[in-house]
């Protein structure tokens, strides 16, 4: 399948910084998004670190006969260990750390690894998934039923994170297949925008507006509307049913 694909990062309307990042492949085989903390400094550049050490690994291993899976779990894991010696440079930036979702194509096969509260999210036809589940308070306590989703929009605690790079006790990151088909569009962000919008209007300015880069800005410019309160960074990936081999676009 074709790919289409654009990126876009906003420091939103109450942030003198932009703590958020993302990173692009050229050929289009791996995509990332990382959101900061720690400080203005430690967040932004937790934030850097991770992208970086993410695409220097998956391109340095890219064709090696290291399975898929272990692959982007390796290269998240690399990610960490950059956070982790920075900070042991920098004891300034010692509480720093980042959220991070990536996305690969290899071998024919869909991947995604997460940590945090950035998301992954497919668009199929109407229909908007989460494939990612958040690493955080409000949602495993969702998933025990001891609050409801609209609890757990508003709810003081949502923000408190359960797993993140720049940690030492970090051994294992959640990678998982995923499908796709023709037509599908993927959207991987960082909780900037879903703090903000909804996935009912998350999957409404998807599903109306084709092309990338003006969903992708309609997009940060809706979540800057309702507040803007965090950084904002989205990465929009579509597909068509082309025969051609693939091709990717930037835009």
Known sequence: MKRLFTGLTDPGLLRAI???????????????????????????????????????????????????????????????????????????????????????????????????????????????????EDHTWVARAMRLGDITPDQARNHPWRHILSKCLGREDLRHVEVQPFDLQPHDRLLLCSDGLTEELSDTLIASHLKTIRACDRAALALVNAAKDKGGR??????????????TEDRFYLG
């Open 18 to 132: 932009n703590q958020d990042d993302y990173y692009i492949d050229p050929h289009g085989r791996f995509f990332i998004v990382a959101d900061g903390m720690g400080g203005h400094a430690g967040g932004q550049e937790a934030s850097r670190l991770a992208t970086q050490a993410i695409q220097t690994y998956l391109n340095d291993y890219w064709h090696s006969p290291e399975a898929s899976d272990v692959l982007l779990e390796q290269a998240f894991l690399k990610a960490n260990q950059a956070i982790l010696q920075d900070q042991s440079k920098h004891p300034e930036r010692s509480d720093m750390g980042t959220t991070a979702v990536a996305v690969m194509f290899r071998h024919d096969q869909s991947w995604c690894a997460h940590i945090g509260d950035s998301r992954l999210y497919r668009l199929r036809g109407a229909k908007l998934h989460q494939i990612t």
């Open 230 to 243: 965090d950084n904002i960074t989205v990465v929009i990936i579509a597909f068509d049913d082309s025969p």
